[in-house]
């Protein structure tokens, strides 16, 4: 974080930019809704005359302001509570033979699948498909070195059948299991 200026205008200054760098240096009151904000909420500005400015969350609470529901200024940041549910849907998708699906994923997350699938994207690099190929791949080149035989390989590491297998061979591995 950034450290902003302790001054009234340069903190009034951060909540009209909707600074995120602003984030967990100071919290802002609204005196008629009675709620509380970051920084960087994005709910509608308030007039300035009916702002107050709080070092912490509590010191907030304590002035008998409520946690805006929108921004949620007592919780982990949106960038860290994104993060925690990709982390949760890579550990799914690592878990299992057959990868979950969008769907499943997005509702273990509590987000609808588009939204889900964007959240994913940003965080992770590479769309859930995508993470779920490659963790094919890492199980498929580790029971490789692990069975006898390709074929148990392949239905070791979640392959239903030996076409899909050799179909993707190239793109997994760069060469032919053998």
């Not at 902003?4 to 909707?18: K, P, Q």
């Not at 909420?41 to 008998?64: I, W, Y």
């Not at 997005?106 to 995508?130: C, E, Q």
Request: aromatic share 8%.
């Amino acid at each position: 974080m950034k450290a902003i200026s302790s001054t009234d205008a340069d903190r009034w200054r951060a909540v009209l930019g909707r600074d995120a760098h602003a984030d967990g240096t100071f919290f802002y009151s609204v005196e008629t809704t009675g709620i509380f904000c970051r920084p960087s909420c994005p709910s509608r500005r308030p007039r300035r005359e009916n702002v107050r400015f709080h070092l912490t969350a509590a010191a907030a609470q304590r002035d008998g302001f409520r946690a805006c529901r929108r921004c949620r200024p007592t919780e982990a940041g949106l960038q860290l509570r994104h993060a925690a549910l990709v982390e949760a849907a890579c550990r799914a998708i690592d878990a299992g033979d057959a990868p979950p699906t969008l769907g499943a994923l997005a509702d273990a997350a509590g987000m609808s699948r588009f939204h889900f699938h964007r959240i994913f994207r940003k965080v992770a690099g590479v769309t859930p498909r995508a993470y779920a190929a490659a963790a094919r791949g890492r199980r498929v080149r580790k029971e490789l070195g692990r069975t006898a035989t390709v074929t148990e390989a392949i239905y070791g590491a979640g392959f239903n059948s030996s076409g899909r297998f050799y179909a993707a061979t190239d793109a997994l591995l760069g060469m032919t299991p053998t």
